[in-house]
């Protein structure tokens, strides 16, 4: 995974390396290498990508995405909330040991809603099979929200998950063009599905869409 051309993600020249790959890579026969494989994803060592099927470490991505970020903060001067609080005003005052200490605290904090935030993004559009800019950095913000409210960004998560998927369930019954990703998250809709209009009432029993499908 480390070495994958998308680091964390079992890949090959850009699909999901199959179990047959992968048994003639490790040496090891298929019944044992299925029968670990099933250990790994039942107990969530490993997890499997919706749409390619690819098996990927949710840590080894989360913390590439964070390398990633912090590096391309670095080539910039850091990140630039934290340079906002830099004086440019000239004054040669020294601050007192504890206006340091409450600096680099609040400095931390954001520091950690930042990654905290990111890796919320990360998970949801993971489990999703969505991808792009501006959606990744409407989830951050739901995420930096939640988490100064003191809320569990895991819950929060699996709330927003579940939340577009019933979106893609129950889209062809509802009374109203859906949502795409985008409008559904930043818009709050994924927090009131009980306000969701729907065809003659009820939702119809429906088939599953593909995940990551436009509406």
Same mark, same amino acid.
């Given at each position: 995974?480390?070495?994958?051309?998308r680091?964390?993600?079992?890949?090959?020249?850009?699909?999901?390396?199959?179990?047959?790959?992968?048994?003639?890579?490790?040496?090891?026969?298929?019944?044992?290498?299925?029968?670990?494989?099933?250990?790994?994803?039942? &107990?969530?060592?490993? &997890?499997?990508?919706?749409?390619?099927?690819?098996?990927? &470490?949710?840590?080894?991505?989360?913390?590439?995405?964070i390398?990633?970020?912090?590096?391309?903060?670095?080539?910039?001067?850091? *990140?630039p909330?934290?340079?906002?609080?830099?004086?440019?005003?000239?004054v040669?005052?020294?601050?007192?040991?504890?206006?340091?200490?409450?600096?680099?605290?609040?400095?931390?904090?954001?520091?950690?809603?930042?990654?905290?935030? &990111?890796?919320?993004?990360?998970?949801?559009?993971?489990?999703?099979?969505?991808?792009?800019?501006?959606?990744?950095?409407?989830?951050?913000?739901?995420?930096?929200?939640?988490?100064?409210?003191?809320?569990?960004?895991?819950?929060?998560?699996?709330?927003?998950?579940s939340?577009?998927?019933?979106?893609?369930?129950?889209?062809?019954?509802?009374?109203?063009?859906?949502?795409g990703?985008?409008?559904?998250?930043?818009?709050?809709?994924?927090?009131?599905?009980?306000?969701?209009?729907?065809? *003659?009432?009820?939702?119809?029993?429906?088939?599953?869409?593909?995940?990551?499908?436009?509406?």
């Open positions: 995974m480390h070495e994958s051309e680091r964390g993600v079992l890949v090959l020249n850009g699909q999901a390396m199959g179990e047959d790959s992968l048994s003639r890579l490790l040496g090891l026969d298929k019944q044992i290498l299925t029968t670990t494989l099933t250990n790994l994803l039942t &107990s969530g060592v490993a &997890s499997r990508e919706d749409g390619t099927g690819a098996i990927y &470490s949710r840590r080894m991505v989360n913390d590439e995405y390398r990633k970020v912090r590096s391309e903060a670095g080539s910039k001067g850091g *990140n909330r934290l340079l906002k609080q830099i004086p440019t005003t000239g040669k005052q020294i601050p007192t040991p504890s206006a340091r200490k409450m600096k680099i605290e609040d400095e931390d904090v954001l520091r950690k809603e930042n990654i905290d935030a &990111s890796m919320l993004a990360s998970g949801v559009l993971l489990e999703l099979n969505l991808a792009g800019r501006d959606l990744r950095m409407a989830l951050e913000e739901i995420g930096r929200n939640e988490e100064k409210r003191g809320g569990d960004l895991e819950k929060l998560k699996d709330r927003m998950v939340a577009y998927r019933r979106l893609l369930q129950e889209a062809p019954t509802l009374d109203h063009a859906p949502w990703p985008l409008n559904f998250f930043s818009g709050g809709h994924w927090e009131h599905p009980e306000n969701w209009r729907h065809k *003659n009432g009820t939702p119809q029993k429906i088939r599953l869409h593909r995940l990551g499908d436009e509406i």
